[in-house]
């Protein structure tokens, strides 16, 4: 039974908080309570964000878990970045497949899961919503991202520290159906290091091209073992790397305390150049045109074998 001050809490029913006396439908339909789905009520006050809507989703829909990018936004992780599921105004749910909804606010998927898939974020204990490990591969099997955009998903789980690519792995044995061959298909070619995606973007498509493999995250050291930095992607033989200049692009973590992720210390970088490394920086804009940022660093790489005299590779 709902009490007044839970009212001020959580979403609730308006039919509920009406049958009890906690409020006459005019009250309801006044200026202190705002309407967030049907019969679904919070205080007018409240941010009107995705967390809600998820909120009232699971108030109206008790049997249902947040799925999609819906559920990858409960775990702070935005995997369509600023136009994600944060500026979103339909929450995905998924409920038995016996069930039949429809409702505006909502885009329901008729689907079941197995209990050990499903659970509630830490800060978000009312909403049930699936594991970071199932919430990854719910997305990477969806057909209408493709392999690219499957991987870059899986990345970003193991980069806000939700998940491991062995874990993934695990946790992948238990999903078959549609979209599961592309899932499984992702898996092989995420790495669970990028910082963002769109090292992972260019990770594709430099394996895709007819250029030497580069390692990724790789640690550079001076002689006496001190560690200078890690550096995005780099051809160890040729002292040649890749790096990403700037931050707007690279934030995808909604945790707060990631943030997002500052300019290059260009004192480090000089550092690096000072130890005989050539350095190509990758900026935004740069990824607009993939094909041509792959060859821009393939002739980059040509001219650094020919200027040290060593083979590419």
Request: net charge positive; charged share 25%; with cysteine.
């Amino acid at each position: 039974m709902l009490a007044t001050d839970e009212l001020l809490a959580v979403p609730f029913r308006g039919s509920d908080a009406v049958a009890h006396g906690l409020l006459t439908p005019k009250q309801l339909r006044g200026p202190r309570w705002r309407r967030v789905l049907r019969d679904v009520y919070a205080p007018a006050a409240a941010p009107l964000d995705h967390e809600l809507r998820a909120r009232a989703a699971a108030v109206l829909l008790p049997e249902g878990v947040v799925t999609g990018r819906s559920g990858a936004w409960l775990w702070r992780v935005d995997v369509d970045g600023p136009d994600g599921a944060a500026a979103a105004e339909e929450v995905e749910v998924s409920v038995p497949s016996n069930r039949s909804v429809r409702t505006p606010g909502l885009v329901v998927r008729r689907r079941s899961f197995a209990d050990h898939q499903i659970g509630c974020p830490p800060w978000l204990r009312d909403v049930p919503t699936l594991w970071p490990d199932h919430a990854a591969l719910d997305l990477a099997s969806d057909p209408r991202r493709g392999l690219v955009e499957s991987v870059v998903v899986l990345d970003q789980f193991c980069a806000a520290g939700l998940t491991s690519l062995s874990s993934l792995r695990s946790a992948a044995r238990w999903w078959t159906g549609r979209g599961s061959r592309g899932m499984q298909a992702a898996l092989r070619d995420a790495d669970g290091l990028a910082g963002s995606p769109p090292e992972t973007r260019l990770r594709l498509g430099l394996y895709a091209g007819p250029w030497p493999r580069p390692v990724a995250q790789y640690r550079l050291v001076r002689a006496d073992g001190r560690r200078v930095k890690e550096l995005d992607f780099a051809w160890p033989h040729l002292r040649f790397a890749v790096e990403y200049d700037g931050a707007p692009h690279v934030a995808t973590s909604l945790r707060p305390e990631a943030g997002f992720r500052l300019p290059k210390d260009r004192r480090v970088l000089n550092e690096v150049q000072g130890l005989g490394w050539q350095l190509f920086y990758v900026t935004a804009p740069d990824h607009h045109d993939m094909t041509g940022l792959v060859d821009r660093i393939g002739a980059a790489l040509l001219a650094r074998s020919a200027e040290l005299g060593v083979p590419l590779g």
